[in-house]
């Protein structure tokens, strides 16, 4: 929590409760109240505070991976709550975060860039680069996991705001699941298992809003400020 709280700083959008280090112990910990509701309890409001949210919770996710290379990894909804009076989102559960390494962002970027740029040859040779694939795959494994990632960067290719109340994301990797389970040589990268739970809980809070983003924005500006 205290590495959140100094990490964020004093953010626009979100805050960190301070911790009181007096009254926090190794099974208790301490720290200021906040006040505010659970996002998903923001499913009927206005359609520019979900729009709003939505956005904000997707760059977050962006910048904890390739900007501070440390994500809170849980995407429980409870753990987010949204403060109207201050117009802020708190953040109050860091059980889940962890680090990622350099190395794992640097291809981890390639395979979204490839993604947005509809590049198939990049997702490919970047996922062999991340371990996701051998590289002695037959070409239904290969196109199936290409398939999956083209699926998962659709918001961010998408030159119009992206509505994630009607996209197919999971019908459609859904489809593609019993195909590379059957053909998948190696197990994906640990860090996957941690930060795709993540996306896949802020893509589902974003539908859960019915939520309209220019995804697109977001992830070129994450891009083109991103430290190799």
């Not at 977050?60 to 994500?71: D, I, N, P, R």
């Not at 990894?73 to 117009?87: H, I, R």
């Not at 996306?199 to 430290?227: E, H, P, R």
Request: some cysteine; hydrophobic content about 40%.
């Amino acid at each position: 929590m205290d590495r959140f709280r100094q990490l964020l700083g004093n953010h626009e959008t979100f805050s960190v409760p301070k911790v009181i280090h007096s009254l926090t112990s190794k099974q208790v910990l301490t720290s200021e109240l906040v006040y505010g509701v659970p996002l998903d309890q923001l499913a009927s409001a206005d359609e520019n505070i979900r729009n709003w949210t939505a956005g904000s919770l997707l760059r977050l996710t962006l910048e904890e991976l390739f900007h501070y290379q440390f994500m809170q990894t849980d995407p429980n909804w409870s753990n987010f709550f949204y403060n109207e009076s201050l117009k802020k989102i708190h953040l109050i559960d860091f059980g889940a975060s962890r680090s990622y390494s350099k190395s794992f962002t640097n291809e981890y970027i390639k395979v979204i860039h490839g993604a947005n740029m509809g590049d198939h040859d990049q997702v490919l040779k970047s996922s062999i680069q991340l371990g996701f694939l051998t590289g002695f795959e037959d070409k239904v494994m290969k196109d199936a996991h290409v398939d999956a990632v083209m699926v998962l960067g659709e918001p961010f290719a998408s030159d119009a705001p992206f509505d994630f109340g009607t996209q197919a994301t999971t019908r459609k990797i859904g489809n593609l699941v019993p195909i590379m389970m059957k053909h998948r040589l190696v197990p994906p990268p640990e860090e996957i298992y941690s930060l795709h739970r993540k996306m896949a809980g802020i893509f589902l809070l974003c539908a859960k809003l019915n939520a309209t983003v220019d995804c697109k924005s977001l992830w070129n500006n994450i891009y083109s400020n991103y430290q190799h």
